[in-house]
């Protein structure tokens, strides 16, 4: 069982960033694949990022290629999300997710968290 507590989420101006983090609870951290997705209002659930293991590997979708960075601290239990560059349509709540594989399929993931609110102004 992993319990996950996503914070740092908030209201940013377009063309700034903002860091999420997760932090989760239980000792087998280390041996989740952790993803980041979001969902805006009325929108489906979308896969955001995803990294390995042992953070030796990351995925992130098309949409924020180049803008946001996944990381994880397995020492400190907690995966991180550096959003730069956020657009007006970054706004959603952002949720970690911790699953047994690489996947962008939100019904791989076996833990989520409460979720975090972004807010981009324009």
């Known amino acids: 069982q992993v319990q996950l507590v996503e914070s740092g989420g908030g209201l940013v101006q377009a063309g700034g960033s903002l860091r999420l983090s997760c932090a989760a609870s239980?000792?087998?951290?280390?041996?989740?694949?952790m993803g980041w997705f979001r969902q805006a209002p009325g929108k489906e659930r979308e896969f955001v990022a995803a990294i390995t293991e042992t953070g030796r590997n990351t995925y992130y979708a098309d949409f924020v290629k180049g803008r946001f960075t996944i990381s994880r601290d397995n020492a400190k239990n907690t995966v991180y999300l550096q959003m730069n560059s956020l657009k007006p349509e970054d706004a959603a709540v952002y949720y970690c997710?911790?699953?047994?594989?690489?996947?962008?399929?939100?019904?791989?993931?076996?833990?989520w968290g409460q979720g975090t609110q972004v807010t981009v102004s324009s």
């Open positions: 239980g000792r087998t951290f280390s041996s989740y694949v």
């Open positions: 997710a911790a699953g047994s594989r690489v996947t962008s399929s939100r019904r791989d993931y076996d833990y």
